[in-house]
């Protein structure tokens, strides 16, 4: 039964990480109505820029939190140009040529990223613990065996997530982002003003990805294949609703505890490699059944 628990904490905590970055698509989808498909790569851009800001800063009082506050910086910057350069010239055009403006956007930083930070694999030294913590061993014999960095990781992503469904459903800021994504147009005629909220709500999805990159960065290094982690987002957002940020947290328990439970339980009996296709035939059959996902809003259209 130890075991068990093991596994199952275990994929609940990586589902956690998947929700993080499943949380930036759902902030641009629910103010834009548009799929971010820059949002791997803007992970991986913050966590570059915070991972070689803190190698230039060795030295002085404190490297990581200058690094930090720069990247947070960096990062507030590159939605002001986002919204500038790509988004505005777009308002009010078809989703799919915003589709299609974020999917430029993902290889220009992909790109970009690599040429100003380099591409190897850094390591990231955030201070997450690195050894695990026993639980239960009054219950279990052992005890269940926990990663501490992966509890620290779910404590943020849990603080995160509660921090934006009150920003979501509590401020004026927040409504009037949900506006903005029901009808453009609408909103821009009672007076908000889209420029302004696109501004915020791309800078809420690059610190999103800035804390997306930092846990997985300290987990994996910060490499190019850290922007591939977004695709384990996509399974997240069908099972869970592109418009949901508790979705998002749903989705990503289902699919972290599902993926472990099935490589360790079921991988034997197939051979192994469950892990890696668990989420997206899962999704697939999700979508058959309920395409708008968990807590997706049920749009009908009227002839």
Not at 8 to 33: D, E, N, Q, R, T
Not at 157 to 172: D, M, N, S, W, Y
Not at 262 to 279: H, M
């Given at each position: 039964?130890?075991?068990?628990?093991?596994?199952?904490?275990?994929?609940?905590?990586?589902?956690?990480?998947?929700?993080?970055?499943?949380?930036g698509?759902?902030?641009?989808?629910k103010?834009?109505?548009?799929?971010?498909?820059?949002?791997?790569?803007?992970?991986?851009?913050?966590?570059?820029?915070?991972?070689?800001?803190?190698?230039?800063?060795?030295?002085?009082?404190?490297?990581?939190?200058?690094?930090?506050?720069?990247?947070?910086?960096?990062?507030?910057?590159?939605?002001?140009?986002?919204?500038?350069?790509?988004?505005?010239?777009?308002?009010?055009?078809?989703?799919?040529?915003?589709?299609?403006?974020?999917?430029?956007?993902?290889?220009?930083?992909?790109?970009?990223?690599?040429?100003?930070?380099?591409?190897?694999?850094?390591?990231?030294?955030?201070?997450?613990?690195?050894?695990?913590?026993?639980?239960?061993?009054?219950?279990?014999?052992?005890?269940?065996?926990?990663?501490?960095?992966?509890?620290?990781?779910?404590?943020?992503?849990?603080?995160?997530?509660?921090?934006?469904?009150?920003?979501?459903?509590?401020?004026?800021i927040?409504r009037?982002?949900?506006?903005?994504?029901?009808?453009?147009?609408?909103?821009?005629?009672?007076?908000?003003?889209?420029?302004?909220?696109?501004?915020?709500?791309?800078?809420?999805?690059?610190l999103?990805?800035?804390v997306?990159?930092?846990?997985?960065?300290?987990?994996?290094?910060?490499?190019?294949?850290?922007?591939?982690?977004?695709?384990?987002?996509?399974?997240?957002?069908?099972?869970?609703?592109?418009?949901?940020?508790?979705?998002?947290i749903?989705?990503?328990?289902i699919?972290?505890?599902?993926?472990?439970?099935?490589?360790?339980y079921?991988?034997?009996?197939?051979?192994?490699?469950?892990?890696?296709?668990?989420?997206?035939?899962?999704?697939?059959?999700?979508?058959?059944?309920?395409?708008?996902?968990?807590?997706?809003?049920?749009h009908?259209?009227?002839?």
């Amino acid at each position: 039964m130890s075991f068990f628990l093991e596994v199952l904490i275990g994929g609940l905590m990586a589902g956690v990480l998947y929700s993080l970055v499943a949380l930036g698509f759902v902030l641009i989808f629910k103010a834009s109505g548009v799929f971010n498909f820059a949002q791997g790569a803007m992970v991986l851009f913050a966590a570059l820029t915070l991972v070689r800001l803190m190698e230039i800063l060795k030295g002085t009082f404190s490297p990581f939190l200058l690094a930090l506050a720069i990247t947070i910086a960096v990062m507030i910057g590159l939605a002001l140009v986002i919204e500038r350069l790509v988004l505005r010239p777009l308002v009010n055009q078809a989703g799919i040529s915003l589709f299609m403006a974020t999917i430029g956007i993902s290889y220009f930083l992909d790109g970009f990223g690599q040429s100003v930070w380099g591409s190897d694999i850094y390591k990231l030294d955030i201070g997450m613990p690195k050894r695990s913590l026993t639980l239960f061993e009054s219950v279990f014999e052992g005890g269940v065996l926990v990663p501490g960095g992966d509890l620290v990781a779910t404590l943020i992503a849990g603080l995160l997530v509660a921090g934006l469904a009150i920003f979501f459903q509590k401020t004026r800021i927040g409504r009037a982002l949900r506006a903005v994504a029901d009808d453009h147009q609408a909103a821009q005629s009672v007076g908000i003003p889209l420029n302004y909220i696109w501004i915020i709500v791309w800078t809420a999805a690059g610190l999103v990805a800035l804390v997306a990159g930092m846990v997985w960065g300290s987990k994996l290094g910060v490499q190019f294949s850290l922007a591939l982690v977004a695709l384990k987002a996509l399974p997240v957002l069908i099972l869970g609703g592109f418009e949901s940020i508790l979705g998002a947290i749903v989705g990503g328990l289902i699919i972290g505890a599902g993926e472990k439970l099935s490589e360790v339980y079921l991988g034997p009996l197939v051979g192994g490699g469950i892990e890696n296709w668990f989420a997206y035939v899962l999704a697939l059959l999700f979508l058959l059944v309920r395409p708008e996902g968990l807590f997706g809003e049920k749009h009908i259209d009227r002839v």
